[in-house]
């Protein structure tokens, strides 16, 4: 055998792709799978697989044909109760089975954070159709802020200002649901001073945290990260203690993003994802150890440093304006001209909004940072051809 380990990797895409690379690094054999060939992830793999993350068949199936020695989801939109049934029958799960069902549903890790957990949490409650929604949103008052419980990358997420808006913000969240259950959550809306990314090690010699990552969001989804973002010990204290109480309690190792709002010294906890997290592209520039180095590690349960930190360092997204099949990059080396980098996905396709790269910039600061990887982001240009 040449390889250190197999891992089956649930979702292909840009952040499955650099844990491809970290994961080889480390002389893993990958087997990418995703519902659409060619998918990033894959076309760095040892092998793939091609069928919905939502067929159970087809998902147990992979699992007994390539007997991985760790299943690791990269996505939300999962038959999890397959990866139950494996995990019962001596698979590994990353972190695990039960961490997987209970973060593919907001209302599930909301749920064990605000009830079970004791975590600080927005007002929030549940609807499936439109009159619940309504009822919802007078007992959060508005603005309320309106999402799936189930959807990727913020898809379908609004904020509400008005009782006039409740339905056109039911009906996107309808649109943009993921899976199978069409039920959404309402939540207070925080005005927040602003919004963390906490990214969590949950490793064979305990827990550990990368410096906290600020970030911007528009339509629900990441538009810039920056890494480090100024806090107080006070804050940073409580974020540390309830995102260790969170994957402490999920279990497993890998690295989870935590996500919290933060008002003075007050911290909310929002979500949290058992992978490594999109506005967690900043440390491939700012920390010696990428997100995707650590779950690496975590996963394959070798030693994580004792102390990690970050340079000053920021990404901005690369989005697409339209739908199409035939695509090509120009820019690169002006977007690079000032000392960032670029990741370009390698997406087959585009679509309004998507994410086909991300700009990467270091400074001596992270305003200068974000002003470099800002500039190099719209330095960089998509054709369309067709």
Same mark, same amino acid.
């Given at each position: 055998m040449s390889h250190t380990s197999t891992i089956l990797l649930l979702g292909s895409g840009e952040l499955g792709r650099e844990f491809v690379i970290s994961a080889k690094r480390l002389g893993a054999y990958v087997v990418a799978c995703d519902s659409y060939d060619d998918a990033p992830a894959m076309q760095l793999a040892d092998a793939r697989e091609v069928f919905s993350m939502l067929d159970g068949e087809r998902?147990?199936?992979?699992?007994?044909?390539?007997?991985?020695?760790?299943?690791?989801?990269?996505?939300?939109?999962?038959?999890?109760?397959?990866?139950?049934?494996?995990?019962?029958?001596?698979?590994?799960?990353?972190?695990?089975?039960?961490?997987?069902?209970?973060?593919?549903?907001?209302?599930?890790?909301?749920?064990?954070?605000?009830?079970e957990l004791g975590l600080v949490t927005s007002k929030y409650r549940y609807a499936k159709n439109l009159e619940e929604v309504k009822a919802a949103a007078q007992h959060t008052g508005l603005p309320c802020v309106i999402k799936p419980v189930m959807s990727s990358s913020g898809k379908?997420?609004?904020?509400?200002?008005?009782?006039?808006?409740?339905?056109?913000?039911?009906?996107?969240?309808?649109?943009?649901?993921?899976?199978?259950?069409?039920?959404?959550?309402?939540?207070?809306?925080?005005?927040?001073?602003?919004?963390?990314?906490?990214?969590?090690?949950?490793?064979?010699?305990?827990?550990?945290?990368?410096?906290?990552?600020?970030?911007?969001?528009?339509?629900?989804?990441?538009?810039?990260?920056?890494?480090?973002?100024?806090?107080?010990?006070?804050?940073?204290?409580?974020?540390?203690?309830?995102?260790?109480?969170v994957v402490d309690d999920l279990g497993g190792y890998g690295l989870f993003g935590v996500e919290f709002f933060v008002r003075g010294e007050e911290v909310i906890f929002s979500e949290l994802s058992p992978r490594p997290h999109d506005t967690g592209m900043v440390t491939l520039v700012s920390?010696? &150890?990428? /997100?995707? +180095?650590?779950?690496?590690? %975590?996963?394959? *349960? #070798?030693?994580?440093?004792?102390?990690?930190? !970050?340079?000053?360092?920021?990404?901005?997204?690369? &989005?697409? /304006?339209? +739908?199409?099949?035939?695509? %090509?990059?120009? *820019? #690169?080396?002006?977007?690079?001209?000032?000392? !960032?980098?670029?990741?370009?996905?390698?997406?087959?396709?585009?679509?309004?909004?998507r994410r086909m790269g991300v700009a990467l910039a270091t400074a001596g600061d992270t305003d200068e940072a974000r002003r470099k990887a800002r500039d190099a982001a719209h330095r960089v240009r998509i054709l369309y051809g067709d």
């Open positions: 998902l147990r199936e992979a699992a007994e044909k390539h007997r991985p020695d760790y299943i690791v989801p990269e996505i939300e939109a999962i038959r999890t109760s397959v990866l139950a049934e494996l995990e019962e029958e001596g698979f590994t799960v990353v972190p695990s089975a039960r961490a997987a069902q209970l973060t593919m549903n907001r209302d599930a890790i909301r749920d064990l954070a605000a009830n379908g997420q609004s904020t509400v200002r008005s009782e006039a808006g409740l339905e056109e913000a039911w009906d996107y969240a309808c649109a943009n649901m993921r899976g199978d259950r069409q039920r959404v959550i309402v939540e207070q809306f925080v005005d927040f001073d602003y919004e963390i990314t906490l990214l969590t090690v949950r490793h064979k010699d305990g827990v550990i945290f990368c410096p906290p990552i600020g970030h911007r969001q528009e339509r629900g989804d990441y538009q810039e990260s920056w890494q480090p973002t100024p806090m107080s010990d006070t804050a940073i204290d409580k974020a540390q203690e309830m995102a260790r109480k920390q010696n &150890l990428t /997100e995707f +180095d650590l779950h690496a590690r %975590a996963v394959m *349960g #070798l030693p994580i440093p004792g102390e990690l930190r !970050a340079r000053p360092a920021a990404s901005a997204v690369i &989005l697409a /304006e339209r +739908d199409s099949a035939s695509l %090509a990059y120009e *820019g #690169l080396a002006e977007a690079m001209a000032d000392g !960032a980098d670029i990741r370009i996905f390698a997406k087959p396709t585009s679509r309004p909004y």
